[in-house]
């Protein structure tokens, strides 16, 4: 029995991290959280987190810090007494990962001991990390549970989230004292209801929901779906798509684990547990949208996975946890917010003669 | 082709490090060594490579230095051009990794990524890594071959030469002006045959030849073996030991190897080809030195694996290399050791009544 009050949240201002800070406000938790803004290149202040707050009407602590700056991190521990850390913090773009191997490592791995360090060094024991089903590498079996073997992983960006996950097991195995869940995402998409928060990836990205967003606001022409020739229903690859807003809820049901059980390391899928082959998802986007995806078929890229999609058995039977939206709502969602808000959180900005950028 | 003259070499103070630097020396290549004497506790300078420079009669210029203290280590490479990096620097005490991960990830890890940073920065892209056997885990199959997989790892040490290895490996991926070479050590044993540099555990030990030499000694009463009862010729676990003066002349040979070829990322064993149980182990020690090593049988320890040996054909092909010495050279050179340096590099050092400490 642990009584959780105050969450610090790594990543707090992202895509995933923002709509769980909305989920852990709503379910009455303060929030702590931090970004380097990695991820959304040239920020300097959390505007999804503002709109957080606006959709909650509460508050959020934040701070502009890098895991990597081990002193603020300690700073910001000595400022506030946390009894949960979600650590979501990390760069996540598996094409760049490859490229800049180095980099990935240095973020993700030294960044999660730091927090690590920091917590023992304020006894904060308990954490809910964000791991990725691309630990399981090319699946031996579908759908995948969690005692699928992990390791084989084919790129940077998973093998980093699998070094963690052992780092974490190593760790819960040398102190009892820490409380530890690792939730394996599948393919996070969607956005909150309202519309005003959602994905707004500001480097390259190559994830579908954004890509077919971007196709039919008519900034890019066409989507290319790479491999129609995979032994799947219409030969497009197959994923695990969950609405953003159900993984949030994930995390709240991951808490709840954790203050009402000693959990030492446990492991969870957070998947709808559906199979959606990409063909399957445009039709469904065009369905629910009204708007035409047109596409073209190129070759398969090298170090696709076929077909991957989850078991969730576990995360219902242990956090009572469940996907409740199914693709046309994360369709319908993230539809909502990429309209709304056609630049991301860009939106409200114009430039001005002199180049000057206002707020409006 | 590439031509090296002057080696960096981390963790040179070392029991592996010393007798490579002596080796180097021999083989004519110009020294720079780096340690933080985290193995031997206390040390501030370096007395085993004082002992390699009245060896060879070469000198070797030495810093003190931490690989985590990033800073120091770039102004190092400022001082210096380096052709080769060779990195022993880690901790090592499996058992001790098991109690403190953190620790260990964070010394092992971070300082190799520290290392490849400033490497690179330094446009300085040939290394030799100091690997393991342990990367190994439980063997699927014997003798152990390079392409056995790896990843199973038992220990938390072993788990960060994994990791490490898989780093290099997404390195050299990412940018093909590297050429790595990574030796996965079995059981290195011995000492240099003048008796002047040998294996000096300040901290607790468990390897057995250190072991056996305490208890020949008189400093302990018995040897423990755990386990009789395993399926090798006489119950006792097998290992592969290796005479560290092989291992030395395994990464001249590796030099060489980078210098003459494109390498990329190649991973060689070093080990002598052997079984050898821990029972003939005793035995041959007895017979050699003529002293009687009294053991007593314990339980299995758990973790531990029964039988453990290399196939160094690979070596043997690309690098030229194998090993020479045969374990009666090894029990025979490491006891030459011991006697001359009963304890350890402190041999020459007295207390004097107020209790300072002179070196003569």
New interface residues.
């Given amino acids: 029995m642990t009584n959780i009050k105050t969450v610090f949240v790594t990543g707090g201002a992202g895509y995933i991290g923002s709509h769980c800070v909305l989920s852990l406000l709503e379910a009455g938790y303060d929030v702590v959280a931090i970004d380097n803004f990695a991820n959304s290149v040239g920020q300097e202040k959390a505007a999804s987190l503002d709109r957080v707050c606006q959709i909650t009407g509460k508050e959020v602590i934040f701070y502009k810090c890098d895991l990597l700056d081990i002193q603020q991190l300690d700073e910001i521990f000595n400022k506030h007494k946390f009894d949960c850390v979600i650590h979501f913090a990390a760069m996540k773009s598996v094409g760049e990962s490859?490229?800049?191997?180095?980099i990935y490592?240095?973020n993700n791995?030294?960044g999660a001991?730091n927090l690590?360090?920091v917590m023992?060094l304020h006894k904060c024991y308990q954490l809910v990390f964000s791991s990725s089903c691309t630990v399981y590498g090319n699946p031996a079996f579908l759908p995948i549970t969690e005692d699928h073997p992990i390791?084989n992983v084919t790129n940077?960006y998973g093998?980093t989230k699998y070094?963690i996950e052992?780092?974490l097991k190593?760790?819960v195995?040398?102190d009892q004292k820490w409380n530890i869940i690792s939730l394996r995402y599948f393919n996070p998409v969607g956005a909150h209801s309202s519309g005003l928060i959602g994905e707004d990836p500001t480097t390259n990205f190559s994830n579908l929901m954004p890509y077919i967003a971007q196709v039919a606001l008519g900034k890019k022409t066409s989507l290319s779906i790479y491999g129609e020739d995979y032994a799947t229903s219409d030969g497009t690859g197959i994923r695990d798509y969950v609405h953003v807003m159900d993984l949030a809820e994930g995390h709240v049901a991951a808490l709840k684990k954790i203050q009402s059980n000693k959990v030492d390391l446990k492991v969870y899928n957070l998947g709808s547990g559906q199979g959606t082959s990409v063909l399957e998802f445009v039709k469904t986007f065009e369905k629910v949208t009204g708007v035409k995806v047109p596409y073209t078929i190129e070759a398969r890229r090298e170090g696709d996975i076929e077909s991957m999609y989850a078991n969730c058995d576990l995360a219902k039977k242990d956090l009572g946890w469940t996907a409740k939206y199914n693709l046309e709502d994360m369709c319908r969602d993230f539809w909502k917010w990429q309209t709304m808000n056609p630049n991301g959180y860009k939106k409200s900005e114009t430039t001005t003669k002199n180049g000057k950028t206002n707020s409006h």
Same sequence: chains 1, 2.
Wanted: neutral net charge.
């Fill in positions: 490859m490229k800049q191997p180095l490592y240095k791995i030294i001991m690590l360090e023992a390791g940077v093998r070094f052992e780092i190593d760790t195995n040398s």
